[in-house]
């Protein structure tokens, strides 16, 4: 299994695909390596993921309201 979290991903959209869910492409989201990019405390330390969660938030809030 690939540690990136691609197929665990596409798995994800097919099963919610099958349910009837809508996407955009800015409502998917797959963070690569994502341990590595919090702290002790879990707090997310990389700007560009932060940057990327924020616009995913976005698409989001646009698609279900």
Known sequence: ???SGKKGH???RLV???IGAK???GTRLL???VKGKL???GKLMDEQTTLEI???INAFSKLVL
Do not use: N, Y
């Open 31 to 33: 963070i690569p390596g």
């Open 23 to 25: 996407f955009s492409p």
């Open 54 to 56: 924020k616009a995913f």
């Open 1 to 3: 299994a690939s540690a």
């Open 10 to 12: 596409e798995e994800l």
């Open 16 to 18: 919610m695909k099958t």
């Open 39 to 41: 702290d002790r405390d």
